[in-house]
């Protein structure tokens, strides 16, 4: 089974500070997305990863920046977090062996004050 | 644009009813995946569909792909409350890993 971690199920930050969200997958998929969830617009890809450092920007990269310096672990960071990027963020990987089905995470909803 | 529509957003059936969701979308896709997300849960993938008229079925869940109506069903068998979630169908068009879900048919399933 795949497994896909997230490192933090809840969290609540302040506004400003520096968020770092972390996805763990152990089944060597080379595809690494991260996905913020809201009600009313469904699921929106933030920025995805098809190899070591290597990243793409999805619809929504403002205010997020990633790396991905080890094929198995995927980080979202907020540089500056602020109310608006209190959501629920989703991590998820494919791999092409799969025909691209996407694993997800199991969540970690970012409250920020 | 890309646009994944699906229909209906919200569906409450009773138990041992039959009914569809519906899944279209605007750019030709040869790959189309169903997704089940529970309250508070992360999505689960429930089909993957890679070709034109793919059929796949699960239990009391059947999902079909018409790439030429750029059209995904996903069909409900005599409904039981355990399928009460939230049912997203996403499609990468580009074969790039370049993932659009649609917003999601919440169904509820009511004894």
């Known amino acids: 089974d795949v497994k896909v971690t997230q490192s933090s199920r809840y969290l609540v930050k302040r506004t400003g500070e520096k968020v770092f969200l972390e996805c763990v997958q152990d089944?060597?998929?080379?595809?690494m997305f991260w996905y913020r969830q809201d009600p009313g617009l469904g699921l929106r890809l933030i920025y995805f990863?098809?190899?070591?450092?290597?990243?793409e920007k999805g619809d929504i990269p403002e205010g997020y920046s990633v790396s991905r310096e080890k094929k198995e672990r995927f980080s979202l960071i907020l540089e500056s977090a602020s109310t608006n990027q209190t959501s629920m963020y989703l991590c998820?990987?494919?791999?092409?062996?799969?025909?691209?089905?996407?694993?997800f995470g199991p969540g970690t909803r970012l409250t920020v004050l | 644009e890309l646009k994944v529509e699906q229909n209906p957003l919200f569906l409450s059936m009773q138990e041992g009813k039959n009914y569809t969701i519906y899944c279209n979308y605007s750019?030709?896709?040869?790959?189309l995946y169903w997704y089940r997300q529970d309250p508070g849960k992360s999505l689960e993938s429930l089909f993957v569909?890679?070709?034109?008229?793919a059929v796949k079925q699960e239990g009391r869940l059947m999902a079909s792909l018409d790439t030429k109506a750029r059209l995904s069903t996903l069909h409900i068998t005599a409904a039981v409350h355990d399928l009460s979630a939230t049912y997203f169908c996403?499609?990468?068009?580009?074969?790039?890993?370049?993932?659009?879900f649609g917003a999601g048919t919440r169904l509820t399933v009511k004894p």
């Open positions: 990863s098809y190899d070591v450092k290597m990243k």
């Open positions: 996403a499609v990468d068009p580009y074969n790039n890993n370049d993932m659009r």
């Open positions: 569909l890679l070709s034109n008229g």
């Open positions: 998820a990987t494919t791999t092409a062996r799969l025909g691209n089905e996407q694993f």
């Open positions: 089944m060597d998929h080379e595809n």
């Open positions: 750019t030709t896709s040869d790959r």
